[in-house]
């Protein structure tokens, strides 16, 4: 069989900007999609006349999905090669955007989202992995803060292009996916090459997966329902069950199974343990806020879909700015203090959205969330640099999807405690009143409880950022994989 000749030799020096460029496209494909679809989110409810469970499964069931299945995606690109499955990963994605934009109702959407984490764990799996085996270490920083503002761009693009998109209906938000899919299916088979030999043969440990969903879903199910149907009832405290059996009994499973989907040796390195550890309350302290501001913006101050988008445009300008210059600074500086700075700005930042009231000034709503994004700019890049290069070559599939699968589990716990809290305020009717803008602040509702539960969802953030600030403070200094006369080593590249 004759080997396909790509357009770019993966020789040159050039070929890492490539990768780059093509994994960029999946990361602004995946913003875009984020921000679009929570913009939308009350005109979903509305049109399709559905509920907060529904809700919860339409805006979470994407990530449990790919969270879930990360991890057996980066085994699997280990043997098969994450060109392929990147692209692969495209694919998925882009026919089920087709399918979401088809959806008769929210059972189906549901369905079709949950196809779209299959794809999107294919894409997370190996993005990172691609442009950490294309680039040397002392440019990897610099790498991953350019992708940190193509995030950032998708963001920030990504509420005001869905209020714009979600004029002519909700469904032109998955639409609007399918010719950037089709355009990194082609880049993706035309440039990307292996660049790491492949794995012999994987084994997928059912088991684990199962575990870890079992858990994961429990934990996403009791939080976000305990505030609606009470925390004593049997299936919100079987939630929580779940995941206090389960996650002990799949890492046990992990410490003895010959394939393992989650290889705990990598987490003998103290700073990949504690980088992954601030990604995951990072995490949870910052993804609930956009969730948040929608239905404060849309349903609580009444604003259309456009206007709304424009202002959680702060919340991304600060990402944009700061994340190539903070991962050019890592490249130079170490990581430790620059992840730690970024959790602190990150929970000062939600400090200041704890003073919201629905009478506030746009500008201190701006700058709160301006705050919020220059702390994430500052983490983001720093951190991701720092865990990937300590990750073997060999290794780099299954240590992208374990970064991953923590930052995702991250967003799904922010997001079910952000609807737990505040539906635990508020009588349900009256909470997908607000959710859904039908009924706004004139329209005879108290949205003093609302705005209690929004100061006690952004306190929460507070503390895992606090927390994430003194897990980063352990992590120990600096140190990169390298090659060094053939031979791999852990090279250290500056003593912080």
């Not at 292996?194 to 084994?203: F, L, M, N, T």
Request: proline share 4%; with cysteine.
């Amino acid at each position: 069989m004759k080997s396909i000749r790509h357009p770019i030799d993966p020789a040159a020096a050039n070929y890492r900007w490539w990768v780059l460029a093509v994994t960029s496209v999946g990361a602004l494909m995946a913003s875009l999609t984020s921000g679009t679809l929570i913009i939308a989110l009350p005109e979903i409810l509305h049109d399709l006349h559905t509920d907060i469970f529904s809700l919860l499964w339409i805006v979470v069931g994407y990530t449990l999905v790919a969270t879930v299945l990360v991890l057996n995606a980066g085994r699997i690109a280990d043997m098969v090669g994450r060109a392929r499955s990147y692209t692969l990963g495209f694919g998925i994605f882009t026919v089920a955007s087709i399918l979401c934009a088809l959806a008769p109702d929210a059972n189906q959407l549901i369905l079709w989202r949950l196809v779209q984490g299959v794809g999107g764990a294919l894409l997370m799996a190996n993005s990172i992995a691609l442009v950490t085996d294309a680039f040397p270490r002392p440019e990897l920083g610099r790498a991953l803060g350019i992708n940190g503002v193509v995030i950032g761009a998708g963001a920030i693009l990504g509420p005001i292009l869905g209020g714009w998109l979600t004029g002519y209906g909700w469904r032109t938000i998955f639409w609007f996916n399918v010719p950037i899919g089709l355009l990194g299916v082609v880049a993706a088979g035309l440039i990307l090459v292996e660049q790491v030999q492949r794995a012999r043969r994987v084994e997928i440990d059912w088991l684990g997966s199962v575990l870890y969903f079992v858990g994961l879903m429990g934990l996403m199910m009791a939080l976000a329902f305990g505030g609606v149907y009470g925390w004593t009832t049997w299936w919100v405290v079987g939630g929580f069950l779940a995941f206090v059996v389960a996650t002990p009994v799949f890492l046990w499973v992990e410490a003895h199974h010959h394939a393992p989907l989650l290889d705990l040796s990598l987490f003998r390195d103290r700073l990949y343990t504690m980088g992954n550890v601030t990604g995951l309350l990072n995490s949870i302290a910052r993804n609930g806020v956009l969730f948040l501001l929608v239905f404060y913006l849309q349903g609580a101050r009444g604003e259309d879909p456009v206007s709304a988008g424009l202002m959680l445009a702060p919340l991304a300008i600060g990402l944009i700015v700061l994340s190539p210059i903070s991962g050019v600074l890592a490249d130079r500086y170490g990581s430790r203090e620059l992840a730690t700075a970024g959790m602190v700005i990150t929970g000062l930042g939600l400090a200041g959205l704890m003073t919201l009231q629905i009478d506030t000034p746009f500008w201190q709503l701006a700058f709160w969330q301006l705050v919020v994004g220059a702390g994430s700019g500052i983490f983001n890049s720093p951190n991701t640099s720092a865990v990937m290069g300590v990750v073997p070559p060999e290794k780099r599939g299954v240590g992208a999807g374990t970064r991953m699968m923590l930052t995702q589990s991250g967003f799904v716990v922010s997001i079910a405690l952000a609807i737990g809290l505040v539906s635990a305020s508020m009588d349900p009717k009256v909470l997908l009143a607000v959710f859904s803008g039908t009924q706004i602040g004139g329209g005879g509702i108290s949205l003093g409880p609302f705005i209690n539960a929004l100061h006690l969802a952004f306190l929460a953030g507070v503390v895992a950022s606090a927390l994430g600030a003194v897990a980063s403070l352990m992590r120990g200094e600096h140190r990169s994989y390298e090659v060094v006369e053939g031979r791999p080593a852990l090279e250290r590249e500056a003593a912080r």
